[in-house]
């Protein structure tokens, strides 16, 4: 009869010492005597032998165990606080953006009377890599992801003089050559009049500009880039649009070719063509205002006194990084972008700008507060939301439409997080 259970036990504890510290003979010998004295499988044997718990020395920490080492903090919760707070007034960037102007926007910010921290934690904070901040940030970045909606209608008139530009073919390295886009404000209802945003980017800066107009119509968006035109900080050199019948119009060739601006167009159906400012569509005009349907002078009030605060917030204070080059190998494709810059500090950077210009573009910075900017921001955006939504009550109101565009009234919750 074999051993009891009790007894087998016993036994591995006895010979584990001696099985664990022996050469390749002796634990053959040992495993022998295990297996003929308890009947055991060698290969079971074998591993209870190895693993075998060695009960109070175990418990004492003595022996071949290992106890875990715990590492020390060096970025502890004051920087977490601070860093979070600093992140929440710059939108909420990814940390590539970030960390370069880190060193600055603490200084602003300390200089408005918006952030107070000690020498450690500024030392600290200006010298964390941008892994590091996306690691300690990462439980707070959640984003909601809609479906994006097309409404361009293609404008015949006119085409074949307005040459076609692709995307490797304009000169991104001069300041004043502009894209412009429409961006509508449906709410998932292409019927009737809703308010359009104008966005326009310069593509070696990337300044934006916005203005909300109360619809497509050529006359307004027009009188739109007219105003744009005014308020851009460099000379309007050139401009980019899409096919839609908003741009590809009389009006707006004959403007340019009284103004010697280089108009192009780009290729049906390319919007990579137009990438600069697609990507600002999103960015600045969407992740702020949302995808609601705005169809009354007083959401376009709204829209406009909001784009006024964001204009400053998104040109002085949002760095943005520039492909450098891109590289292809096999299905690998290699992209190098340069150090994160805001559009501000690219234009004063670049020889095109005049010195008197540069002044007052560093007067202007000087006088702004981030913090500040981003509070009145949501404000308007709380308002916004609050007249958007009010119509789902109103009498002959179209409820299947607001509630819809009630559901997912904006596209991510940072771009409103309260500072």
Same mark, same amino acid.
């Given at each position: 009869?074999?051993?009891?259970?009790?007894?087998?036990?016993?036994?591995?504890? *006895?010979?584990?010492?001696?099985?664990?510290?022996?050469?390749?003979?002796?634990?053959?010998?040992?495993?022998?005597?295990?297996?003929?004295?308890?009947?055991?499988?060698?290969?079971?044997?074998?591993?209870?032998?190895?693993?075998?718990?060695?009960?109070?020395?175990?418990? %004492?920490?003595? +022996?071949?165990?290992?106890? $875990?080492?715990?590492?020390?903090?060096?970025?502890?919760?004051?920087?977490?606080? %601070?860093?979070? #707070?600093?992140?929440?007034?710059?939108?909420?960037?990814? +940390?590539?953006?970030?960390?370069?102007?880190?060193?600055?926007?603490?200084?602003?910010?300390?200089?408005? +009377? *918006?952030?107070?921290?000690?020498?450690?934690?500024?030392?600290?904070?200006?010298?964390?890599? %941008?892994?590091?901040?996306?690691?300690?940030?990462?439980?707070?970045?959640?984003?909601?992801?809609?479906?994006?909606?097309?409404?361009?209608?293609? +404008?015949?008139?006119?085409?074949?003089?307005?040459?076609?530009?692709?995307?490797?073919?304009?000169?991104?390295?001069?300041?004043?050559?502009?894209?412009?886009?429409?961006?509508?404000?449906?709410?998932?209802?292409?019927?009737?009049?809703? %308010?359009?945003?104008?966005?326009?980017?310069?593509?070696?800066?990337?300044?934006?500009?916005?203005?909300?107009?109360?619809?497509?119509?050529?006359?307004?968006?027009?009188?739109?880039?007219?105003?744009?035109?005014?308020?851009?900080?460099?000379?309007?050199?050139?401009?980019?649009?899409?096919?839609?019948?908003?741009?590809?119009?009389?009006?707006?060739?004959?403007?340019?070719?009284?103004?010697?601006?280089?108009?192009?167009?780009?290729?049906?159906?390319?919007?990579?063509?137009?990438?600069?400012?697609?990507?600002?569509?999103?960015?600045?005009?969407?992740?702020?205002?949302?995808?609601?349907?705005?169809?009354?002078?007083?959401?376009?009030?709204?829209?406009?006194?909001?784009?006024?605060?964001?204009?400053?917030?998104?040109?002085?204070?949002?760095?943005?990084?520039?492909?450098?080059?891109?590289?292809?190998?096999?299905? #690998?494709? #290699? $992209?190098?972008?340069?150090?994160?810059?805001?559009?501000?500090?690219?234009?004063? @950077?670049?020889?095109?700008?005049?010195?008197?210009?540069? @002044?007052?573009?560093?007067?202007?910075?000087?006088?702004?507060?981030?913090?500040?900017?981003?509070?009145?921001?949501?404000?308007?955006?709380?308002?916004?939301? $609050?007249?958007?939504? @009010?119509?789902?009550?109103?009498?002959?109101?179209?409820?299947?439409? @607001?509630?819809?565009?009630?559901?997912?009234?904006?596209?991510?919750?940072?771009?409103?997080?309260?500072?």
């Amino acid at each position: 009869m074999g051993l009891m259970m009790r007894e087998k036990g016993s036994v591995t504890r *006895e010979l584990s010492e001696r099985y664990r510290r022996g050469g390749k003979r002796e634990k053959g010998e040992v495993l022998d005597e295990v297996c003929k004295l308890t009947k055991y499988n060698r290969c079971y044997a074998s591993q209870l032998l190895k693993h075998q718990k060695r009960g109070r020395q175990k418990k %004492a920490g003595v +022996g071949r165990g290992k106890a $875990k080492r715990v590492r020390r903090r060096h970025y502890d919760d004051e920087v977490v606080r %601070a860093l979070k #707070r600093i992140w929440v007034i710059m939108d909420c960037i990814c +940390g590539k953006r970030l960390a370069p102007n880190l060193r600055e926007v603490i200084r602003v910010l300390e200089k408005c +009377g *918006e952030l107070e921290v000690t020498a450690e934690v500024r030392e600290k904070l200006e010298r964390i890599s %941008a892994s590091t901040i996306d690691r300690l940030l990462c439980d707070e970045r959640k984003e909601l992801m809609l479906g994006s909606r097309s409404r361009t209608k293609p +404008g015949t008139l006119l085409k074949s003089q307005i040459p076609i530009r692709t995307f490797s073919e304009w000169d991104d390295a001069r300041v004043g050559f502009v894209e412009i886009d429409l961006v509508g404000h449906d709410g998932g209802d292409g019927s009737g009049d809703f %308010a359009q945003t104008l966005d326009v980017t310069d593509v070696s800066t990337g300044w934006t500009e916005t203005e909300a107009v109360r619809n497509k119509a050529q006359v307004h968006v027009f009188e739109a880039l007219a105003e744009i035109r005014q308020r851009l900080p460099f000379q309007l050199l050139g401009i980019d649009s899409d096919n839609g019948s908003e741009f590809i119009n009389g009006p707006l060739l004959r403007f340019c070719q009284a103004e010697k601006i280089t108009f192009t167009r780009t290729r049906s159906g390319r919007k990579n063509d137009n990438c600069f400012v697609e990507q600002k569509n999103y960015s600045v005009v969407r992740r702020n205002v949302g995808y609601m349907r705005y169809d009354s002078d007083q959401e376009v009030e709204l829209l406009n006194r909001l784009y006024g605060r964001l204009r400053l917030y998104t040109n002085y204070f949002q760095p943005v990084m520039k492909l450098v080059s891109k590289e292809r190998a096999g299905a #690998r494709v #290699r $992209k190098s972008y340069d150090i994160a810059k805001t559009p501000y500090q690219r234009l004063v @950077a670049s020889p095109e700008v005049s010195k008197e210009t540069k @002044a007052k573009l560093r007067a202007s910075y000087e006088k702004l507060n981030p913090a500040a900017l981003k509070r009145e921001i949501t404000r308007l955006q709380d308002a916004l939301i $609050k007249v958007a939504t @009010a119509k789902v009550e109103r009498p002959g109101s179209r409820e299947t439409r @607001a509630k819809r565009s009630e559901a997912h009234p904006w596209r991510t919750t940072w771009s409103r997080k309260q500072v």
